[in-house]
């Protein structure tokens, strides 16, 4: 049974993290230099807390799967980025910033870190204008902001529709600068395969050279992971094709408890699928929604027609209707239920029925094309290349998609893991969110996570350990972490199978989708529980991986993440099948209203769900952390 | 959620690409025939495709760098038919859409070829010159913490903007490879004009111009010889415009270090 102690400091909630600032332990600047410090990952989290934690004087050594840490996953972000600046003098403030995020998670964070989240998102603003982020500006040479769904403030900064390029450009260039100064120590297309766990506390990790195939050992006094989220275990979806769960899924069996897997986020606004060969979905920004209209037609039998040949009467502009007062900017929850519903209805658009309209003609007609142009011109252009239609004439298309993971590895206040020495930043932990993430909060947090929390926290956790985890890599935990990697890369190289890795990520995907997906019943979660180890012992048995071990070899790369999918896919419906109410991204049909909303069980599930390892075949050990709200009420979340 | 459309009409191809095991292995053209393209698959897509079938042959599939798979990683890197990212205009490769191909096409795939990106296997090069020029100077120092709110320094719109027009950089590198002398001078004019056009980085500047075309000289770049190839097929269009502003600011530089020395600017800025 692990130990989940939140930590959660005491006190009134305003005051909890500035208290804790004042109360954890400090390592002083002369010692800082001795410890070292592994960061994986150089996505918005990774590449913020790479070059903090440098800038502090820690030793840092950070290793990327990318060619470059530019490269990482938070680079398509596209929308915006959260802060609770207030200057559009529109009500804004902290404790809003703070209710909403917590609202938007349908009440399943803490309150602390949702808190602490809303207070340092002003600090990330200053700190990426102070980089020379290109924010979009007003006339006046002040900062422009945009809304997005779940807020009825105008809170988003952006940059064009590139906001993530450009806020992880500026970590990059904060990263950069320290490697150039030689605090940090850079590894490129290195992935990490194993967690390495030495009496207990986490010391190191083993990495492949996706270049040469080289494995080798790197000990350190504490390592921090910032890998990103799980959504490819779905095969479709938004993420990048590389973005993988091999980092967080191996600390998990070496028994870090991952929580709440079955927090899934799909996205309203994306691109529908046109074939079998697709390899990803393309996420049409969520910004849009604050100029299109989302419409289908009231008659099924108008579903195949031009749109342009539906009367404006024969529209069914359903988020308006169902949600008057968040309308098109309803949660993207909500928003992605409606339009399953409306597809279900036989009202969906397309060649293949899946699919909504995104409609600007009316922003057209109130702002002019230009202006429409000026705010979204590179979404309608990528809308363009994909579908070859044009957006400015008829309506986008659009679908749901899976998009983020609110689940991923538990930590505790500081961000550290039940594993001692294991720290987990950004997409990768469970910790803000609750079980929905509102638009434009996740950058935001990846940045509260490396700039403004782990630099303060992770001193507490190193300030009671020696400095010296060099001499550690002749340890046996580092050769058997060492030959658990080797041992798992001669098996995928000499089955002699017939099938490509591919074959396994696409059924595994529809497995997801079709039972863990937008709406999850018992039955299909069963069904699912059965069919994911049959496909896992069809995988070990019949993957065919071509290649050796000692050149780049991209089968090899995929057949390790995909192994770990097939077993991660298990675990998330199986957590979803624990998981006895809707909330969030978990949509239980057996538990909602009669109009279809989520229908929570706070007496039952106000908690988190944290899976702990027991062991190859064996079914893991549900711990919980029950969820204490003490300055908010559990309400139901109404966006009407 | 994979609903097949109505089929469109289907064609074939051939694919010429460049293969090539290893950094030091001799690499050559081999052709393998595509059939059933759909002109709705993105190129890559048709790269996973035949790489399938290869794999399923027992042959050893094609490497190639891809990512995100919607132009803004700068991960993808093919020279198609001559030019690199294709025949498409402001696109990366991942943005190529097979409906720019016609049936019975021999589609030549290379990877991007400078002196500066050397082959790792087949279609995969290894960038890393352009991180090393970043580290050289491509920031502005501010230490986490240290940075004023946010609104107490304005940026006139037009500087914001223009400055975004260089940041949309992707550092892919077709810049390089299109360029008959394999400048990087794009690519460096890209981040020197973003910095610079911030008053966030004015005093830096100096600084920056020198040490990032220092690192870029050195990494074994060519000159500029204003051909402008290289904007002719940055995926973000980029314009050539930013290497005259490079270049200005570069002269200034020079000419304002002979009066009074740029410390540390080879070391990687002063921190
Ligand atoms: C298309 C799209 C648009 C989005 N738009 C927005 C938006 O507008 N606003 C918003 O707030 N959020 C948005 N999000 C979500 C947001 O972008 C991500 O949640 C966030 O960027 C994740 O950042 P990260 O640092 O946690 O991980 P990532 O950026 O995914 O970085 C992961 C890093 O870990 C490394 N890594 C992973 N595994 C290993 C390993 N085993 N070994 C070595 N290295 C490893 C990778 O190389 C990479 O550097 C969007 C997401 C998508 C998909």
New binding site residues.
Partial sequence: MAKLESKTPAGPLADKWQRHKTEIKLVNPANKRKYEIIV????????SAAATLAELGYRVKN????DS?R????????????AAKNYQNDGDSVHRLFYDTLKGGDYRAREANVHRLAEVSVNIIDQCAAQGVPFAREYGGLLANRSFGGAQVSRTF?ARGQ??QQL?LGAYSALSRMVGQGGVELHTN????DLVVVDGHAKGII?RDLITGAITRHSADAVVL????Y?NVFNL????R???A??IW?AYKRGACLANPCYTQI?PTCIPVSGDYQSKL??M???LRNDGRIWVPKKKEDAKKNPADIAEADRDYYLERIYPSFGNLAPRDVSSRAAMRMCEEGRGVGETGLGVYLDFSDAIKRLGEPAVRERYGNLFDIYHEITAENAYQTPMRIFPAV??TMGGLWVDYNLMSNIPGLFV????NFSDHGAN?L????????LAD?YFVIPYTIGDYLAGQKPGAKTLTDRAEFTQAEQNVTAMTQRFLSNKGKQPVSHYHKRLGKIMWEHCGMARTRAGLEAALQKIPALRAEFWADVLVPGSADTLNQSLEQAGRVADFIELGELLCRDALTREESCGGHFREEYQHPDGECKRDDEKFGHVAAWEYQGEGQTPLRNTEPLNYEFTKMSVRSYK | MVAEKPSKKLFSVTLRVWRQPGPAAPGKFVEYPAANVNPDMSFLELLDVVNDGLTVKGEEPIAFAHD?R?GICGTCSCTINGKPHGPGHGIATCQLYMRSFQDGDVIVVEPFRAKAFPIQRDLVTDRAAFDKIQQAGGFISVRTGAAPDANSIPVPKEDADLAMDAAACIGCGACVAACKNASAMLFVAAKVSHLGLMPQGQPERDRRVLAMVQTMDAAGFGNCTNQYECSAVCPKNITHDFIARLNRDYAKALFRTRFKPVSGAAAGGAG
């Fill in positions: 994986v990952g150089a996505g918005l989290a990774g590449s290793f990327v799967f990318h840490p490269r990482a996953h938070s680079i398509a972000a596209q929308g915006g980025i959260n952006y906001t993530g992880l290195s992935e990490m395969l990495v910032a890998t990103g989220g959504g979806s938004t993420y990048a590389q973005s993988n091999t980092a191996r996205h393309t996420l920004s969520e910004s998009h983020y930043l950004g997409e990768a993430r638009g434009a909060s996740a950058l935001m947090q990846g490396g | 995100c919607e």
